[in-house]
């Protein structure tokens, strides 16, 4: 679509691009689109990718984007000068790549820093709240060419809120850009086949539950969790439990399989803290269903376009929802105050509005979508 903006950035002119998403998993997956949109207006242009380390294997098989620079957030333990090295390579690998435009997704300061010191022609990141104070408003003014605005009282999906970097700047994506792109490569297909069969599961159609997230707050209780698993199995499926190999979110997987009848736990499948990211795509892209919180998993799933069973609570949907995919939000309607966006009701890292979420909406939010055969139907993008 051609640009009426008068500041617009021309797509000819952009021989080498970097986007940055200083995140969490979730957050860099709903950012792929972002790289998607940008290729196709520049198809000549290389398009890199700046994330924190750990996020890294969710975009290396991304087709639109060249390079993925990553930051390793444990270096802090080892000492100043090791720091200041891995800052002087990372600035000198970015230098080198001689940037026209960096799309900076967050109010991370070092987008600042990128946008001052490499001297690309164009630099386009968030607008800051009038909260932040005047001050930090100037300098942050100082380092950026463009800037995307937000809505002030309506909630928008984060994909959109992304991509609004480019509306900026004169590229509007087409509804093809929109979809999130992972895909896990053939290592970890394999991989993640030898696991499931290693453990006894299916090699597909089973139900995929991922209980845990890295915030307590985020998630449904033990014993809701167990329940619900049962009557999975009841209705003659098998499941598949996944969670992150730390020590809360196993200690959350074994308070919940403790929970399990002995006749039901036969068909349950434990694979926590035993799958890397890319092989946890591939088990989400086997389920028929995918069930669990607010969490990276749940985007991974939708990226895999696995239907999903989303429980929300403190956290907002509108925002944070599945994306593209069919699913059901589960969500309380009794507590006028989610979403709230706290740790917790008064900080106390539990979260009412979630952990009294009933077992008998959440199964009925599975039935509706394991009932229906357009669901099934659906293409899923390639692992």
């Not at 009412?352 to 077992?359: F, I």
Request: hydrophobic share 45%.
């Amino acid at each position: 679509m051609a640009s009426y903006l008068p500041d617009a950035v021309p797509p000819a002119g952009i021989r080498r691009a970097l986007v940055t998403k200083l995140r969490h998993h979730g957050d860099v997956l709903l950012a792929t689109p972002v790289f998607t949109a940008l290729k196709r207006a520049a198809p000549h242009a290389a398009i890199d990718a700046l994330v924190y380390l750990e996020t890294a294997p969710l975009l290396a098989g991304h087709p639109a984007i060249d390079v993925v620079h990553a930051i390793d957030r444990n270096r802090e333990g080892r000492g100043a000068l090791h720091r200041l090295a891995a800052e002087w390579r990372l600035l000198h690998a970015l230098r080198e790549r001689r940037y026209d435009l960096i799309v900076h997704l967050t109010e991370h300061p070092r987008g600042l820093v990128l946008a001052t010191l490499l001297h690309p022609h164009w630099a386009v990141t968030r607008e800051r709240a009038a909260s932040d104070g005047a001050l930090r408003r100037r300098i942050w003014r100082l380092g950026f060419t463009h800037f995307y605005r937000q809505p002030k009282a309506t909630p928008r999906h984060t994909v959109e809120s992304n991509l609004d970097a480019l509306r900026r700047i004169g590229i509007y994506p087409d509804l093809a850009d929109r979809r999130l792109v992972l895909h896990p490569g053939a290592a970890a297909t394999a991989a993640a086949g030898e696991v499931l069969a290693a453990n006894g599961a299916p090699a597909d159609g089973f139900v995929h539950v991922h209980p845990g997230s890295r915030w307590r707050f985020k998630c449904w209780p033990a014993a809701s969790t167990a329940a619900l698993v049962v009557r999975i199995v009841d209705r003659g499926l098998r499941v598949v439990l996944t969670g992150a190999p730390d020590e809360t979110e196993r200690a959350l997987a074994a308070d919940i399989l403790a929970r399990i009848p002995a006749a039901s736990r036969a068909a349950v499948a434990d694979l926590t803290g035993r799958l890397s990211l890319p092989e946890l795509a591939v088990v989400a892209s086997r389920a028929r269903l995918f069930v669990g919180v607010d969490s990276a998993p749940m985007h991974i799933a939708a990226a895999m376009g696995t239907p999903v069973v989303a429980l929300f609570g403190p956290s907002g949907e509108n925002e944070w929802g599945p994306w593209q995919v069919a699913h059901r939000v589960v969500a309380s309607r009794v507590h006028p105050c989610r979403p709230c966006g706290i740790d917790g009701c008064g900080g106390g890292k539990v979260s009412d509005c979630l952990a009294s979420l009933a077992v008998d909406a959440v199964a009925e939010a599975c039935d509706a979508l394991l009932a229906d055969p357009a669901v099934h139907l659906t293409a899923r993008p390639p692992a």
